[in-house]
């Protein structure tokens, strides 16, 4: 049985839940989430707490066990709290704009790149910092690693789109093997 899966999940006040069959609504304060999970485990409600229950010992529904238990438990964080990443632009004239809910990456490209939300999403840009914003973990990470995928940091250098506090290894170049030699 899974360690994780069998962690009940808190509720806390504000958060309402309901179960109809194999989908659940999460309500909260900042907004409201759906998802449609297994009919191999069992979602049971116990008042403010949320539990998960598997139908069989096999290999793959004790697989779903953790994992339905953390998505419904990201589900009950993103309605209460949201999630975040932090996105860092680092070199010379790599800029990023807020153009009303989107914003614009000026990234040593031929051109600008223009990029417009989800649903759901909100773009916030502070000096050479972007902040992804949102209630589903999943889609805040989706638009922060495309975000990223537009300039990746540069081995050589260091420059690029980079998640803050990401560490970039820096290759020696040329110069460094002919100094071997």
Do not use: C, W
Not at 156 to 168: L, M, N, P
């Amino acid at each position: 049985m899974s360690r994780i899966g069998r962690q009940p999940i808190l509720l806390s006040s504000g958060v309402d839940v309901s179960i109809n069959g194999n989908e659940v609504t999460v309500k909260g304060p900042k907004g409201s989430l759906t998802r449609e999970f297994t009919p191999k485990v069992t979602i049971l409600q116990d008042g403010n707490l949320l539990k998960v229950e598997i139908s069989s010992e096999e290999n793959e529904v004790r697989a779903l066990h953790g994992l339905t238990r953390s998505l419904l438990a990201n589900m009950v964080t993103g309605v209460t709290e949201g999630f975040a990443k932090t996105l860092e632009l680092v070199g010379v004239g790599y800029r990023v704009d807020q153009k009303g809910s989107g914003i614009t990456l000026s990234v040593m490209l031929s051109h600008t790149v223009d990029i417009n939300p989800r649903d759901g999403i909100t773009l916030e840009v502070e000096n050479n910092l972007l902040h992804v914003r949102g209630i589903d973990k999943q889609m805040v990470g989706q638009t922060a690693a495309e975000i990223r995928s537009i300039r990746p940091p540069n081995p050589y250098t260091g420059k690029g789109i980079r998640y803050q506090a990401e560490f970039v290894r820096i290759k020696p170049g040329k110069s460094a093997r002919k100094a071997e030699i």
